[in-house]
């Protein structure tokens, strides 16, 4: 997904999806009937905490949830931080990749800066995303 200012913005500090992008994404697809009420804001939770794991290993709390009065999915809670440790910036793109770990919901954020990336680093992100592919094909 390419970062609009919003999605960029320290101040804002959530990443935002479409109904379209997350029901199209592998995302809903992994989370049980109970998380998905947590997204919902259903049974009085305030959405789903999920972890996140940068190409870099770090590990972010993110809580997905729709807002009813953007009608928009948000990742919020440590997306700031994502954001200064990898150096985003407008127009600089995220793949968010999801899958389960020991019976919780995870995500992966590999980043790509629109210029500027070294050789290791490419290397290292398509890495992550061969890992997740490679678990996406034995959970079918």
Same mark, same amino acid.
Request: proline share 6%.
């Given at each position: *997904?390419?970062?609009?200012?919003?999605? %960029?913005?320290? #101040?804002?500090?959530?990443?935002?999806?479409?109904?379209?992008?997350?029901? $199209?994404?592998?995302?809903?697809? @992994? &989370?049980?009937? *109970?998380?998905?009420? !947590?997204?919902? *804001?259903?049974?009085?939770?305030?959405?789903?905490?999920?972890?996140? @794991?940068?190409?870099? #290993? !770090?590990?972010?709390?993110? =809580?997905? *949830?729709?807002?009813?009065?953007?009608?928009?999915?948000? &990742?919020?809670? +440590?997306?700031?931080?994502?954001?200064?440790?990898? /150096?985003? %910036? +407008? /127009?600089?793109?995220?793949?968010?990749?999801?899958? =389960?770990?020991? /019976?919780?919901?995870?995500?992966?954020?590999?980043? !790509?800066?629109?210029?500027?990336? @070294?050789? $290791?680093?490419?290397?290292?992100?398509? /890495?992550?995303?061969?890992?997740?592919?490679?678990?996406?094909?034995? =959970?079918?």
């Amino acid at each position: *997904k390419p970062q609009p200012a919003t999605d %960029s913005c320290l #101040g804002q500090s959530r990443l935002q999806f479409s109904p379209r992008e997350v029901m $199209e994404s592998p995302l809903m697809s @992994i &989370l049980t009937p *109970k998380e998905r009420r !947590y997204v919902h *804001k259903l049974d009085n939770e305030d959405g789903l905490e999920l972890e996140a @794991i940068d190409r870099h #290993g !770090y590990s972010y709390n993110m =809580r997905l *949830k729709y807002i009813d009065s953007a009608r928009q999915y948000r &990742l919020m809670q +440590e997306w700031a931080p994502f954001l200064t440790q990898n /150096g985003m %910036s +407008e /127009g600089d793109v995220v793949e968010v990749g999801a899958f =389960r770990v020991e /019976g919780k919901p995870m995500l992966t954020f590999v980043n !790509y800066a629109a210029e500027g990336w @070294i050789p $290791e680093e490419l290397e290292a992100a398509h /890495g992550l995303l061969m890992l997740l592919n490679f678990n996406n094909e034995t =959970r079918s």
